[in-house]
């Protein structure tokens, strides 16, 4: 089993809420990761860190922000919440394999619905 | 551009079937493959990771090969179990920087029946 946890795995909010998901690995990654997914669509990459200290932008541009100040611990903040924020949150962490081919390890999700 | 496109988009079968699923990509410089099984409401899971010098690799039920020049890879999932139900994506990595990006496909959505 994947140890990688978020929290909480099924949030529903009104418009205007700011929420905040947790994200917590205990494999001691460098690399961390936050993926957008909508039904039947393909994983986006809206943000991720190389390390402490470290956060940058994805490909798919996000009113979310994130922080990195543990190694462990990548939390992604909305400060408003709205209807098109409503999607699947799925936080991933990764060390490269003996090839050096860097293998990504998803928590389970956090499913955000706003009303 | 990058792409991954995966067929087909959804498939059914009987338990006990074999299935074979297909992805083809654009992506250049190429890096690994992964085959990914994700569960409804679940975190995709790595099922294998291809490089281009190997063109097949098992996992228990599950062969995935690869064809580096043709620029394709299939799922081959052997006597198939309820459990099988799941949708199965490719991602694509490519050389390009010291992440190494990532290209996602849709993935194909397979249900497997009593």
């Known amino acids: 089993e994947a140890d990688i946890y978020q929290t909480p795995r099924y949030l529903v909010i009104g418009t205007g809420k700011k929420i905040t998901l947790e994200c917590s690995q205990t494999m001691g990654h460098d690399k961390m990761y936050w993926y957008q997914q909508d039904p039947g669509m393909e994983l986006h990459l809206i943000h991720y860190s190389y390390g402490v200290n470290s956060t940058e932008k994805g490909d798919l541009s996000s009113e979310s922000t994130v922080s990195r100040i543990r190694t462990e611990h990548f939390p992604l903040t909305l400060e408003s919440a709205r209807p098109s924020h409503t999607s699947q949150y799925l936080c991933?962490?990764?060390?490269?394999?003996?090839?050096?081919?860097?293998?990504?390890?998803f928590g389970a999700g956090s499913r955000l619905t706003v009303l | 551009k990058n792409q991954v496109e995966q067929s087909p988009q959804s498939l059914i079968i009987l338990e006990g079937k074999n299935c074979t699923l297909q992805c083809n990509y654009t992506v250049s410089p190429f890096s690994n493959l992964r085959w990914y099984k994700q569960d409804t409401g679940r975190g995709p899971v790595s099922l294998t990771i291809?490089?281009?010098?190997?063109n097949t690799k098992s996992n228990g039920r599950y062969t995935a090969t690869l064809d580096a020049d043709t620029k394709q890879s299939s799922l081959h999932i052997t006597a198939s179990q309820l459990s099988d139900s799941a949708s199965y994506i490719c991602?694509?990595?490519?050389?390009?920087?010291?992440?190494?990006?990532?290209?996602f496909g849709r993935g194909t959505q397979l249900t497997v029946w009593p």
């Open positions: 291809m490089t281009f010098s190997e």
């Open positions: 991933a962490s990764s060390a490269p394999d003996r090839r050096g081919a860097n293998v990504l390890t």
């Open positions: 991602v694509v990595s490519d050389r390009g920087s010291t992440l190494g990006r990532l290209y």
